[in-house]
């Protein structure tokens, strides 16, 4: 059975993979594991609004994955969380992902 801790940790990374599932935040991550960018770069890189580029970037930073600072009058975004770039590269593909010795299952259709 697991403990309370163990529950609270694992409600804590399902919500981490929750706000990750959206493709624009994946996308967002992906942009910043290169280096800190501005919103108004991070918005023309992805053809997208300033106003939908601060939305996600704003759920992005409650969760602690990145942060925002503010550098004139532009806000500069950059990864909080250490393994953000472990994680994605994993999630692009999970065969070339830096060995962590968890070995990768390969999906089964069927076995959910």
């Known amino acids: 059975m697991l403990s309370v801790e163990e529950k609270q940790q694992i409600s804590s990374a399902a919500a981490l993979f929750k706000l990750l599932s959206h493709p624009v935040r994946v996308q967002i991550l992906d942009l910043l594991t290169r280096g800190p960018q501005s919103v108004s770069e991070i918005a023309s890189e992805l053809a997208l609004s300033q106003s939908s580029v601060?939305?996600?970037?704003?759920?992005?930073?409650?969760?602690?994955?990145?942060?925002?600072?503010?550098?004139g009058v532009q806000m500069i975004c950059s990864v909080r969380m250490k393994c953000a770039e472990t994680l994605l590269a994993c999630a692009k593909d999970p065969q070339s992902a830096p060995s962590s010795g968890v070995v990768p299952v390969p999906f089964r259709p069927g076995c959910e």
């Open 54 to 71: 601060s939305k996600h970037l704003s759920q992005m930073r409650d969760a602690d994955i990145i942060s925002m600072e503010r550098q």
